[in-house]
């Protein structure tokens, strides 16, 4: 199985400043097909996970411009720009290249 | 608007089985790949089974294989997950979720989560 390594476990940020955060994956997730198949996802709070970024970094449709993703083979990086109230809660990277498709461990975005 | 419906959670014992379903609305049901994904008590996400659009395929997690079945009536634009021989560690919230292009695996919406309690 894929492992997908994600640091740090948890982020303490000032509101306006920048969070970033690793995934890192055990086996490249680039596919045959040219995708590489790496999104990431918020968990806020008593909710279900929401999609921020597919394919690396495609923001989805109705994400602010202040989420960021891109890395490409086996790393990749999340960013966050002018971290706002909503942002907090656990973010998830996810490949979905190899079967069985796996998530990373999560990261906590704490508000400082 | 998607909507995504899960029902069918509660407490059920071990080596016993329970039936979840997936109420799905606001899209062309039968278009989209579907799956569910499950989360423990304070723990992370783990992908557990997806199907294709017309239920010709479907995959697992090597934890869940032989024991629950992902199947899908597209007549009633809804999905299941049949989960049998049920043990403690299958403790969790499962959400049912949208692929949003066959084999493009990732998940653009999410229901809220129904939560399984396997436990004596």
């Known amino acids: 199985d894929v492992v997908m390594t994600q640091t740090p476990v948890s982020l303490s940020v000032s509101l306006g400043n920048q969070a970033s955060i690793s995934c890192r994956s055990s086996q490249s997730l680039l596919h045959s097909d040219g995708n590489t198949y790496l999104s990431w996802y918020l968990q806020k709070p008593g909710q279900s996970p929401q999609l921020l970024i597919y394919?690396?970094?495609n923001r989805f449709s109705g994400v602010s411009n202040r989420f960021s993703g891109s890395g490409s083979g086996t790393d990749f990086t999340l960013k966050i720009s002018r971290v706002e109230p909503e942002d907090l809660g656990v973010y998830y990277c996810f490949q979905h290249t190899h079967l069985p498709l796996t998530f990373g461990s999560g990261t906590k975005l704490e508000i400082k | 608007e998607v909507q995504l419906v899960e029902s069918g959670g509660g407490l059920v014992q071990p080596g016993r089985s329970m039936k979840l379903s997936c109420a799905a609305s606001?899209?062309?049901?039968?278009?989209?790949?579907m799956a569910w994904v499950c989360q423990a008590p304070k723990k992370g996400l783990e992908w557990v089974a997806t199907i294709s659009y017309d239920g010709s395929s479907t995959y697992y997690r090597d934890s869940v294989k032989g024991r629950f079945t992902i199947s899908r009536d597209n007549a009633k634009s809804t999905l299941y997950l049949q989960m049998d021989s049920l043990r403690s560690e299958d403790t969790a919230t499962y959400y049912c979720?949208?692929?949003?292009?066959?084999?493009?695996?990732?998940?653009?919406?999410w229901g809220p989560g129904t939560m399984v309690t396997v436990s004596s």
């Open positions: 606001g899209f062309t049901f039968n278009n989209y790949d």
């Open positions: 394919l690396a970094s």
């Open positions: 979720a949208r692929h949003p292009y066959p084999y493009y695996w990732y998940f653009d919406f």
